[in-house]
């Protein structure tokens, strides 16, 4: 069973999870799934080029599939339908891994990293994990700014080595304050196979706090992810 918090509220359908508002502490909306099907079957007949490759659907509807595969594709064409009709342009990728920074985690800014999402203009992060590990949310209260701890800013001014009245820019620039720290005794949400989610993000007219989410270390699977 999914663990919850105050900020995720559970929804039954596509609809709901499109219309409910983000508000109060809700940041996270989930559309809880159990899926039939075989995603397995998809992701060994898709090909790999590379570390991550966008999935079309002229290639979900090529690959001959058992009668579970068929209906694993199925879902995922129904869910690209869903999404494009709503205005969103999702896309689905088969994912061996994402690169990661050079730099020590303190001021990591890939994926891996807690972050938040950032528009200019109203919109939501949505994502379904089909197949392998799954991304982890952490409530805001549960996480810490990292440009807001001492050690870490102490090394993004070094790192900035520029005029002090330049260094707010600087972080934004370069995505640091875009990126967080559990706190101690933070408990992640991972959010699990089949859900399909929508996340607040970071933009002018959003009336919560944005999600807090990473990608998953990957395991031996490859991931098939659809996001938008």
Request: glycine share 4%; with cysteine; aromatic share 4%.
């Given at each position: 069973m999914l663990s919850t918090t105050n900020s995720i509220k559970i929804v039954s359908s596509f609809p709901e999870l499109v219309n409910s508002d983000f508000k109060g502490e809700i940041n996270a909306i989930n559309w809880q799934r159990d899926l039939d099907g075989d995603f397995e079957e998809i992701v060994a007949k898709l090909e790999l080029n590379g570390n991550i490759t966008e999935v079309y659907i002229?290639?979900?509807?090529?690959?001959?599939?058992?009668?579970?595969?068929?209906?694993?594709?199925?879902?995922?064409?129904?869910?690209?339908?869903?999404?494009?009709?709503?205005?969103?342009?999702p896309s689905l990728n088969l994912i061996k891994n994402y690169e990661r920074d050079n730099e020590s985690d303190s001021i990591s800014t890939d994926v891996y990293s807690y972050h938040v999402d950032c528009s200019p203009i109203a919109t939501s992060t949505f994502l379904c994990t089909y197949y392998g590990a799954s991304s982890d949310i952490l409530p805001n209260e549960q996480a810490i700014q990292k440009i807001l701890i001492p050690e870490i800013r102490e090394k993004l001014e070094k790192l900035h080595n520029g005029k002090e009245q330049d260094f707010e820019a600087f972080l934004k620039e370069n995505y640091f304050d875009l990126h967080y720290?559990?706190?101690?005794?933070a408990h992640p949400i991972n959010l699990g196979s089949g859900n399909l989610w929508r996340l607040s993000v970071d933009h002018p007219d959003q009336?919560?706090?944005?999600?807090?989410?990473?990608?998953?270390?990957?395991?031996?699977?490859?991931?098939?992810?659809?996001?938008?």
């Open positions: 002229e290639d979900l509807e090529n690959l001959v599939l058992s009668e579970n595969g068929h209906v694993a594709r199925e879902i995922i064409l129904n869910d690209l339908r869903l999404l494009t009709d709503f205005g969103a342009s720290q559990p706190k101690p005794n009336e919560v706090p944005p999600c807090v989410h990473r990608a998953p270390i990957e395991n031996d699977e490859y991931r098939l992810l659809l996001i938008c």
